[in-house]
């Protein structure tokens, strides 16, 4: 393991060795490599294979831009090799490969590419009829890179919110001029790299003949913003997409911090771009700057004898790097008629380098395998796309290209941001970005390093005007200084395998291709051909494929456009965009008695609550034992859970008696009203009970699952209506238990002795506050399971002490607590319905039988218009009770009502009642099935038909002579 | 091999004619006997079945951008009969059965994909609501179970079976769940429309809608106006903006419905799996590729533009499905625009305005009924306006008389 000398390395420790495996092969690196620069380090190019191909593919931007290193890092499929860091002791795998990532068998769907022209699926496999189900299955084994492990573990991750003045997303040279210049003047300034080092292209690239510039102006800018006290610096962190209004999601380490930014300027640089040729994917042939990182970076030698390609000036100062370093330079293949720069061109020949203007690389050729390049065929250019007949051939290891650059507009386009191309610079631009949203530097077309600094400044500036600090009027527009982009780099072979998209293995001809089949909108290109779908998500792909199409549909560039950047920027772990998972779950103030009591629990909501107490396997008999001890002693049920709202002021009875369907202008201090919630369309959504405390504040309940939504509709109806009542959510703030049974009243004269709880002192539908054990309650007497009972609801944080006063005082009346299903069984057999379960989305009162609890005089309530048209139609359905004999099989809730081949209903609730001594149900059945006695047929599960018959309701005490004792 | 990878490999040049899929861009005719509004699936499935069934050729569809690129584009794929109503299960059911030979029938493959799909139920409101679905679903011909946790463990054996402290109690297991290559239905549509005489006009925006005495007469575009002697409005996502242009109001609020993809990893999952508790369904494509989707957005809106908000909670409860998956890389993220309306069914047949045909309200459910939807619209077309019985309790007019056909529960995050 051989590395350049310093100061190339800027990132690696040599200090600090480390060792690590590939492919089951020991390698060498240093603390600060990537695993792709170790790797390569040690010689090893070839990193992965092709998705479709599986060509052998080696580092091609060593930026973490590209598909080409994706490895499996233990439990991780798709790790960027040339972004993680190489660690000690790492086991590191190759993906997608059939047999060794060497030898792989499937790279022989390489030389069969030419019977798998593009979209050829689209024709094949599915004839004769059915063939395709055996062909899919074949296919879908082939799909996919990385394995996921199926068991691993989420790990810890989490988020973190920052707020700056600005945000600066990149630190290359726009990216710190930029930020200096905000800090300066007062603002609060966050830096956001990917790289571990800021200063972006200073850090790798070379900017003059002598090379020093880069280093001198990096220390000079970085050292500054490093002093800065309002510059805070975020490295190896990418800020991962632009949501509106300046919402930046930055990720870094395990953390995702969600950035709200008053001003943005994105410094995010340029992506190099590559020259299609035939062969250009080899390993050994990559970016111009995926070589600079490297020995710059890495102080790894990219190769020992390189060929430059280039379109612009760039190029040179690349093949004097290499120089500088050691590498033998073949030559360099200048794609235009002449360079740019005299001086820098002349510096190149002066070491003795040969340079062939106005040629191109027209194939790379392969060692056996593919696996290196070993050489290229360069050829003179005689036009557009097209080289002369016969080449040279210069043997290389080493093939450094760039065809110009494109901006790395992902961000700026989510934002709404558009490209432009402009045909002299061969470039996309970007213009109409929203407010307070900022480019600079190269992402700006800007590409001369005199000019970027000064249009990071400009930026600034403009930034900092919005903000009022700034010390003078905007600057104005910089201007760009030079040409980086040669117009056509595309060199189409014969023989294909001139990669326009490394991640789906794309050819030139097969994007042209597509056009030709009729695909012209590049969006279908993209559909049809699945260019720019890849894990690079057209990072590369995007410019020749827009030249492409053009030309092939006889539009321009910026007709034809690019796809949609959509976010994320970079591919992000779930992990990181799910951080800590909060889920509520919500436990009642007596829930840890009900675990001592054996309860089974069950969710209602985000809430836990007793289903019934016992084991899950005695449900029946839980429920039946339960129901029966409420009916004849007394039973207590946490009803904690169930919703509570308090409305207070002067409207409060006018906001209640316009939301919900009864009358409640009137309803008496004292007093509880059964209120129901209608919907626009007249549908039935919630229920509860209305207690008036005095005359300007009620307490109103709302069914466990529905509280969200009644409080939600109460708000939004009042922000329309106005009027004066303050509304808010008392659930949480409220322990209640339900005391029902003949000796529910014995047992609570023993705890509340500051309420007359004599049928003519508290009588039933009547309210009351005083204490219960010494906690000050409320006590409403309400009858949902149809006994004499006391629901009585006392500040939360006395919950349990009142669960367990209860308890004592009825332990001689042999007091038992029932649960949820319980309560079920008591309120089917009384035939009052639970909205949401024996309602649905259409079930309006007349079908409920609730008409008593619709006003017939007041003009408006929320749906009264539609529950007065609904109900002066005629009626398809209605919920009726029904019962079958002990031994019939049950019919279960969801269960069909037939009515000759139609389905006329279903049933909604169904219980065994011991109480009745028959099967009891709720269901809907068509019109024609109401009266009572008739028999409807209900199918049950195995398709088995029964037949019910209808009663009138309640099932149980028909008159309600029980809960008024 | 296929005997059509041989054919395609020995011919030299690239094997195919040129346009052998999409015509090339023609001028606009001044008049067209039918002119349908949106390029999408619905719109190329309709004039695909007014040519092929009723010889109906002189007709034009419009699409304002590219062939299939609102909401064809963007959803997920989903091809599913399990719904509620009888109405509702009646319809899908016979989209469903036409899926399956679209391949074949348009001699390009749309990749269809019966996986079932496997709905998790995490309380005992929504088994009962599943066992309701199953048994509708029964008695029309479905294959659909309500199904327990064993028998869930066994299809789907890296499922979390207490995903964010809600047990799975059960599943409604819908064998004839499917999935299939969007884009390539909304092709194959335009491949045979086009191929019968239909035009398509990519790039072509109905600005306007010309009524005249309470009847259509024709459009205006971005590229000049058209007579024509009825329309058919096909564009989900704006649905009410272009009955606005006729002259209309539609019972519809519009909200966007967000979905994202991860790179590709090796095949693992073969059912698509959801969860409407959970807001969140999870499916692995043909790439490799898992595609996950959620509920629509909690507040209108006409614009595909992507939340934070929404892919941190969709995320977060893939991961409590599927706990491995936070190693998983999220690649993309992207919005559609839905036409909800009050039932979660859609709209079809007549308007207000006379030869001015509806296809809208399809919220989030748009895709999987494609086939259906667009032979009968063709029929509704070509009979000049008899409402076929299929679709005859979609019609607009159901929400004046309180007729809607509820959908609520089987939609949501289903989709």
């Given at each position: 393991?051989?590395?350049?000398?310093?100061?190339?390395?800027?990132?690696?420790?040599?200090?600090?060795?480390?060792?690590?495996?590939?492919?089951?092969?020991?390698?060498?690196?240093?603390?600060?490599?990537?695993?792709?620069?170790?790797?390569?380090?040690?010689?090893?190019?070839?990193?992965?294979?092709?998705?479709?191909?599986?060509?052998?593919?080696?580092?091609?931007?060593?930026?973490?831009?590209?598909?080409?290193?994706?490895?499996?890092?233990?439990?991780?499929?798709?790790?960027?090799?040339?972004?993680?860091?190489?660690?000690?002791?790492?086991?590191?795998?190759?993906?997608?490969?059939?047999?060794?990532?060497?030898?792989?068998?499937?790279?022989?769907?390489?030389?069969?590419?030419?019977?798998?022209?593009?979209?050829?699926?689209?024709?094949?496999?599915?004839?004769?009829?059915?063939?395709?189900?055996?062909?899919?299955?074949?296919?879908?084994?082939?799909?996919?890179?990385?394995?996921?492990?199926?068991?691993?573990?989420?790990?810890?991750?989490?988020?973190?919110?920052?707020?700056?003045?600005?945000?600066?997303?990149?630190?290359?040279?726009?990216?710190?001029?930029?930020?200096?210049?905000?800090?300066?003047?007062?603002?609060?300034?966050?830096?956001?790299?990917?790289?571990?080092?800021?200063?972006?292209?200073?850090?790798?690239?070379?900017?003059?003949?002598?090379?020093?510039?880069?280093?001198?102006?990096?220390?000079?800018?970085?050292?500054?913003?490093?002093?800065?006290?309002?510059?805070?610096?975020?490295?190896?962190?990418?800020?991962?997409?632009?949501?509106?209004?300046?919402?930046?999601?930055?990720?870094?380490?395990?953390?995702?911090?969600?950035?709200?930014?008053?001003?943005?300027?994105?410094?995010?640089?340029?992506?190099?771009?590559?020259?299609?040729?035939?062969?250009?994917?080899?390993?050994?042939?990559?970016?111009?700057?995926?070589?600079?990182?490297?020995?710059?970076?890495?102080?790894?030698?990219?190769?020992?004898?390189?060929?430059?390609?280039?379109?612009?000036?760039?190029?040179?100062?690349?093949?004097?790097?290499?120089?500088?370093?050691?590498?033998?330079?073949?030559?360099?293949?200048?794609?235009?008629?002449?360079?740019?720069?005299?001086?820098?061109?002349?510096?190149?020949?002066?070491?003795?380098?040969?340079?062939?203007?106005?040629?191109?690389?027209?194939?790379?050729?392969?060692?056996?395998?593919?696996?290196?390049?070993?050489?290229?065929?360069?050829?003179?250019?005689?036009?557009?796309?097209?080289?002369?007949?016969?080449?040279?051939?210069?043997?290389?290891?080493?093939?450094?290209?760039?065809?110009?650059?494109?901006?790395?507009?992902?961000?700026?386009?989510?934002?709404?941001?558009?490209?432009?191309?402009?045909?002299?610079?061969?470039?996309?631009?970007?213009?109409?970005?929203?407010?307070?949203?900022?480019?600079?530097?190269?992402?700006?077309?800007?590409?001369?390093?005199?000019?970027?600094?000064?249009?990071?400044?400009?930026?600034?500036?403009?930034?900092?005007?919005?903000?009022?600090?700034?010390?003078?009027?905007?600057?104005?527009?910089?201007?760009?200084?030079?040409?980086?982009?040669?117009?056509?780099?595309?060199?189409?072979?014969?023989?294909?395998?001139?990669?326009?998209?490394?991640?789906?293995?794309?050819?030139?001809?097969?994007?042209?291709?597509?056009?030709?089949?009729?695909?012209?909108?590049?969006?279908?290109?993209?559909?049809?051909?699945?260019?720019?779908?890849?894990?690079?998500?057209?990072?590369?792909?995007?410019?020749?494929?827009?030249?492409?199409?053009?030309?092939?549909?006889?539009?321009?560039?910026?007709?034809?456009?690019?796809?949609?950047?959509?976010?994320?920027?970079?591919?992000?772990?779930?992990?990181?965009?799910?951080?800590?998972i909060f889920d509520p779950y919500r436990r009642t103030a007596m829930h840890?008695r009900h675990n001592?009591l054996g309860a089974k629990m069950m969710p209602a909501g985000n809430w836990q609550r007793p289903a019934f107490y016992g084991k899950a396997e005695q449900r029946d008999a839980c429920m039946q034992a339960e129901s029966?001890?409420v009916r004849?002693?007394?039973g207590v049920i946490d009803v904690s859970t169930l919703g509570g709202i308090?409305?207070?002021?002067?409207?409060?009875?006018?906001?209640?008696?316009?939301i919900y369907t009864f009358?409640?202008?009137?309803?008496?201090?004292?007093?509880?009203?059964y209120a129901v919630l209608t919907n626009e369309h007249g549908v039935v959504i919630d229920d509860g009970v209305s207690?008036?405390?005095?005359?300007?504040?009620?307490y109103v309940t709302a069914t466990t699952s529905g509280v969200e939504r009644v409080y939600r509709e109460m708000m939004k109806w009042?922000?329309?209506?106005?009027?004066?009542?303050?509304?808010?959510n008392v659930t949480s703030a409220f322990a209640a238990v339900n005391?029902a049974?003949?000796?529910?009243?014995?047992?609570?004269?023993?705890?509340?002795?500051?309420?007359?709880?004599?049928?003519?002192?508290?009588?039933?539908?009547?309210?009351?506050?005083?204490?219960?054990?010494?906690?000050?309650?409320?006590?409403l007497?309400v009858g949902f399971v149809g006994e004499?009972g006391?629901e009585?609801h006392?500040?939360a944080?006395?919950g349990?002490?009142?669960?367990?006063?209860?308890?004592?005082?009825?332990?001689?009346?042999?007091?038992?607590p029932f649960g949820v299903e319980t309560q079920r069984l008591l309120r089917l057999e009384k035939g009052h319905i639970i909205v949401s379960q024996d309602t649905d989305g259409m079930s309006h009162p007349g079908e409920l039988a609730l008409e008593w609890a619709i006003?017939?005089?007041?003009?408006?309530f929320v749906g009264?218009?539609s529950v007065?048209?609904v109900?002066?139609?005629?009626q398809t359905r209605k919920l009726v009770g029904f019962t079958l004999?002990?031994?019939t099989k049950k019919p279960e809730e969801g269960h069909l009502v037939l009515e000759?081949?139609n389905i006329s209903g279903n049933v909604t609730s169904c219980e065994f009642s011991p109480a009745v001594?028959a099967i009891i149900g709720l269901a809907y059945v068509g019109i024609?099935q109401i009266?009572?006695?008739?028999?409807f047929p209900i199918r049950v599960d195995g398709g088995q038909m029964v037949?019910a018959?209808v009663v009138?309701l309640p099932f149980f005490?028909?008159?309600?002579?029980?809960?008024?004792? | 091999?296929?005997?059509?990878?041989?054919?395609?490999?020995?011919?030299?040049?690239?094997?195919?004619?040129?346009?052998?899929?999409?015509?090339?861009?023609?001028?606009?005719?001044?008049?067209?006997?039918?002119?349908?509004?949106?390029?999408?699936?619905?719109?190329?499935?309709?004039?695909?079945?007014?040519?092929?069934?009723?010889?109906?050729?002189?007709?034009?569809?419009?699409?304002?951008?590219?062939?299939?690129?609102?909401?064809?584009?963007?959803?997920t794929?989903v091809?599913r009969s399990n719904y509620l109503t009888s109405e509702g299960v009646k319809f899908y059911s016979?989209?469903?059965?036409?899926?399956?030979?679209?391949?074949?029938?348009?001699?390009?493959?749309?990749?269809?994909?019966?996986?079932g799909q496997l709905t998790l139920a995490h309380t005992d409101a929504t088994v009962r609501a599943f066992r309701q679905r199953a048994e509708v679903n029964k008695h029309f011909?479905g294959n659909t179970e309500l199904i327990g946790p064993q028998e869930i463990k066994e299809l789907v054996?890296?499922l979390n079976m207490n995903p964010a402290h809600m047990p799975v109690l059960a599943g409604l297991w819908h064998m004839d769940g499917?999935?299939?290559?969007?884009?390539?239905?909304?092709?194959?549509?335009?491949?045979?429309?086009?191929?019968?005489?239909?035009?398509?006009?990519?790039?072509?925006?109905?600005?306007?809608?010309?009524?005249?005495?309470?009847?259509?007469?024709?459009?205006?575009?971005?590229?000049?106006?058209?007579?024509?002697?009825?329309?058919?409005?096909?564009?989900?996502?704006?649905?009410?903006?272009?009955?606005?242009?006729?002259?209309?109001?539609?019972?519809?609020t519009?909200y966007?419905l967000q979905?994202?993809?991860?790179?590709?990893?090796?095949?693992?999952?073969?059912p698509l799996v959801s969860s409407s508790a959970l807001h969140c369904y999870v499916q692995?494509?043909?790439?490799?590729?898992?595609?996950f989707g959620g509920g629509s957005d909690p507040y209108?809106?006409?614009?595909?533009?992507?939340?934070?908000?929404l892919?941190?909670s969709l995320l977060a409860h893939a991961i409590e499905m599927f706990p491995?998956?936070?190693?998983?890389?999220?690649?993309?993220?992207?919005?559609?625009?839905t036409?909800m309306t009050s039932d979660y069914s859609p709209?079809?047949?007549?308007?207000?305005?006379?030869?001015?045909?509806?296809?809208?309200?399809?919220g989030t459910w748009?895709?999987k009924?494609?086939?259906?939807?667009?032979?009968?619209?063709?029929?509704?077309?070509?009979?000049?306006?008899?409402?076929?019985?299929?679709?005859?309790p979609?019609?607009?007019?159901?929400?004046?008389?309180f007729r809607q056909v509820n959908e609520m529960g089987a939609t949501a995050a289903s989709h």
């Amino acid at each position: 393991m051989t590395r350049l000398n310093a100061p190339m390395g800027l990132l690696i420790d040599r200090d600090q060795p480390l060792a690590f495996n590939f492919d089951g092969k020991p390698y060498q690196g240093f603390k600060g490599d990537s695993i792709a620069s170790a790797l390569a380090g040690n010689g090893r190019w070839l990193l992965s294979r092709s998705f479709k191909y599986h060509r052998p593919r080696g580092p091609l931007t060593m930026a973490g831009q590209d598909a080409n290193t994706l490895i499996q890092l233990g439990k991780e499929p798709n790790v960027l090799a040339d972004r993680e860091l190489a660690e000690n002791g790492i086991d590191v795998q190759g993906q997608n490969y059939n047999g060794s990532l060497d030898g792989d068998r499937d790279a022989i769907l390489g030389h069969f590419s030419r019977f798998m022209p593009v979209g050829f699926y689209y024709r094949c496999f599915f004839k004769p009829m059915g063939v395709w189900d055996k062909w899919e299955g074949l296919i879908r084994e082939k799909a996919g890179l990385g394995v996921l492990d199926l068991e691993f573990e989420p790990e810890y991750y989490d988020k973190a919110y920052l707020f700056h003045d600005v945000v600066v997303v990149g630190s290359g040279p726009a990216g710190l001029s930029a930020a200096l210049k905000a800090a300066d003047a007062g603002a609060s300034v966050l830096l956001v790299e990917e790289q571990p080092i800021l200063g972006g292209s200073l850090t790798y690239n070379r900017f003059d003949v002598a090379g020093s510039q880069a280093d001198n102006l990096r220390a000079d800018l970085v050292g500054r913003v490093e002093q800065h006290k309002n510059i805070e610096v975020l490295t190896r962190a990418a800020c991962n997409g632009w949501f509106a209004d300046n919402y930046l999601p930055v990720i870094q380490g395990k953390r995702m911090y969600k950035v709200r930014a008053t001003e943005c300027i994105v410094a995010s640089g340029s992506f190099e771009q590559h020259v299609v040729f035939r062969n250009n994917d080899l390993p050994g042939v990559m970016m111009s700057s995926a070589a600079s990182r490297l020995m710059k970076h890495y102080a790894v030698k990219p190769g020992n004898r390189a060929v430059v390609l280039t379109g612009n000036d760039d190029g040179y100062l690349t093949a004097l790097e290499l120089l500088d370093q050691g590498v033998q330079v073949a030559a360099v293949v200048d794609m235009r008629p002449a360079p740019e720069s005299e001086q820098i061109a002349s510096a190149v020949l002066s070491r003795g380098v040969q340079v062939l203007s106005g040629h191109t690389v027209y194939e790379a050729l392969p060692t056996k395998g593919n696996k290196h390049v070993r050489a290229v065929d360069v050829r003179a250019i005689t036009g557009r796309g097209e080289v002369a007949s016969k080449g040279e051939t210069f043997d290389c290891d080493l093939l450094c290209m760039s065809a110009g650059y494109m901006p790395v507009y992902q961000l700026l386009c989510q934002a709404g941001g558009q490209l432009k191309y402009d045909d002299d610079a061969a470039e996309f631009s970007l213009s109409k970005l929203p407010a307070q949203l900022r480019i600079a530097g190269s992402v700006n077309g800007i590409h001369s390093l005199e000019a970027v600094l000064a249009d990071g400044e400009r930026a600034a500036q403009q930034a900092l005007q919005t903000l009022g600090l700034a010390d003078g009027a905007a600057p104005a527009a910089v201007s760009c200084g030079r040409k980086v982009n040669f117009e056509w780099p595309i060199f189409s072979h014969p023989k294909g395998k001139d990669f326009v998209d490394f991640d789906e293995d794309l050819q030139a001809k097969d994007i042209v291709n597509a056009t030709r089949l009729g695909y012209r909108d590049v969006q279908l290109v993209k559909r049809f051909s699945t260019v720019g779908m890849g894990p690079s998500q057209g990072r590369h792909s995007a410019l020749p494929t827009a030249r492409l199409v053009a030309n092939a549909t006889d539009r321009t560039v910026t007709e034809t456009g690019v796809t949609t950047a959509r976010p994320p920027f970079s591919p992000e772990k779930l992990a990181h965009v799910a951080g800590r998972i909060f889920d509520p779950y919500r436990r009642t103030a007596m829930h840890h008695r009900h675990n001592e009591l054996g309860a089974k629990m069950m969710p209602a909501g985000n809430w836990q609550r007793p289903a019934f107490y016992g084991k899950a396997e005695q449900r029946d008999a839980c429920m039946q034992a339960e129901s029966q001890h409420v009916r004849n002693k007394v039973g207590v049920i946490d009803v904690s859970t169930l919703g509570g709202i308090e409305l207070r002021g002067p409207d409060a009875a006018e906001f209640m008696n316009r939301i919900y369907t009864f009358a409640f202008l009137k309803q008496p201090v004292g007093k509880t009203r059964y209120a129901v919630l209608t919907n626009e369309h007249g549908v039935v959504i919630d229920d509860g009970v209305s207690c008036r405390l005095a005359d300007e504040h009620f307490y109103v309940t709302a069914t466990t699952s529905g509280v969200e939504r009644v409080y939600r509709e109460m708000m939004k109806w009042n922000a329309q209506w106005r009027l004066d009542v303050d509304i808010t959510n008392v659930t949480s703030a409220f322990a209640a238990v339900n005391l029902a049974g003949p000796d529910s009243r014995k047992v609570l004269e023993k705890l509340a002795t500051d309420v007359d709880l004599s049928p003519e002192g508290f009588p039933y539908l009547a309210y009351r506050e005083g204490h219960v054990a010494g906690i000050p309650s409320r006590l409403l007497r309400v009858g949902f399971v149809g006994e004499l009972g006391y629901e009585i609801h006392v500040p939360a944080h006395f919950g349990e002490a009142l669960w367990d006063a209860l308890m004592a005082a009825g332990e001689e009346f042999d007091i038992r607590p029932f649960g949820v299903e319980t309560q079920r069984l008591l309120r089917l057999e009384k035939g009052h319905i639970i909205v949401s379960q024996d309602t649905d989305g259409m079930s309006h009162p007349g079908e409920l039988a609730l008409e008593w609890a619709i006003s017939r005089k007041k003009p408006f309530f929320v749906g009264r218009r539609s529950v007065d048209i609904v109900m002066a139609q005629p009626q398809t359905r209605k919920l009726v009770g029904f019962t079958l004999p002990e031994g019939t099989k049950k019919p279960e809730e969801g269960h069909l009502v037939l009515e000759g081949d139609n389905i006329s209903g279903n049933v909604t609730s169904c219980e065994f009642s011991p109480a009745v001594g028959a099967i009891i149900g709720l269901a809907y059945v068509g019109i024609n099935q109401i009266e009572a006695g008739s028999q409807f047929p209900i199918r049950v599960d195995g398709g088995q038909m029964v037949q019910a018959t209808v009663v009138d309701l309640p099932f149980f005490d028909p008159d309600n002579a029980r809960q008024a004792l | 091999m296929p005997f059509s990878l041989l054919k395609y490999g020995l011919k030299n040049d690239y094997p195919f004619e040129r346009d052998a899929d999409l015509p090339a861009p023609t001028e606009l005719k001044p008049s067209y006997d039918v002119v349908i509004i949106g390029g999408g699936g619905h719109g190329v499935a309709t004039a695909y079945y007014l040519a092929k069934y009723h010889g109906i050729t002189n007709v034009a569809v419009l699409e304002k951008g590219y062939l299939g690129g609102g909401n064809t584009a963007r959803n997920t794929a989903v091809i599913r009969s399990n719904y509620l109503t009888s109405e509702g299960v009646k319809f899908y059911s016979e989209s469903v059965k036409m899926f399956k030979e679209l391949s074949n029938e348009f001699d390009f493959n749309i990749m269809y994909s019966q996986r079932g799909q496997l709905t998790l139920a995490h309380t005992d409101a929504t088994v009962r609501a599943f066992r309701q679905r199953a048994e509708v679903n029964k008695h029309f011909g479905g294959n659909t179970e309500l199904i327990g946790p064993q028998e869930i463990k066994e299809l789907v054996p890296t499922l979390n079976m207490n995903p964010a402290h809600m047990p799975v109690l059960a599943g409604l297991w819908h064998m004839d769940g499917a999935t299939a290559r969007h884009d390539a239905v909304a092709w194959g549509y335009a491949k045979g429309a086009t191929q019968r005489g239909v035009e398509l006009h990519q790039l072509t925006e109905v600005t306007d809608v010309i009524v005249e005495n309470g009847k259509v007469t024709g459009v205006k575009t971005n590229r000049g106006t058209v007579q024509c002697g009825c329309a058919i409005q096909a564009v989900a996502g704006h649905s009410s903006l272009m009955a606005a242009k006729a002259g209309f109001r539609m019972p519809i609020t519009t909200y966007p419905l967000q979905a994202m993809v991860t790179q590709p990893v090796k095949p693992f999952l073969d059912p698509l799996v959801s969860s409407s508790a959970l807001h969140c369904y999870v499916q692995q494509t043909g790439r490799g590729e898992i595609v996950f989707g959620g509920g629509s957005d909690p507040y209108p809106l006409y614009n595909t533009r992507s939340t934070l908000e929404l892919k941190e909670s969709l995320l977060a409860h893939a991961i409590e499905m599927f706990p491995f998956m936070a190693n998983l890389r999220l690649m993309r993220q992207w919005a559609g625009i839905t036409d909800m309306t009050s039932d979660y069914s859609p709209i079809m047949g007549l308007s207000p305005v006379e030869n001015y045909y509806l296809d809208a309200g399809w919220g989030t459910w748009g895709f999987k009924s494609t086939p259906i939807c667009g032979k009968t619209m063709a029929e509704l077309v070509a009979s000049g306006g008899k409402v076929p019985e299929l679709i005859a309790p979609f019609a607009m007019d159901r929400f004046d008389v309180f007729r809607q056909v509820n959908e609520m529960g089987a939609t949501a995050a289903s989709h």
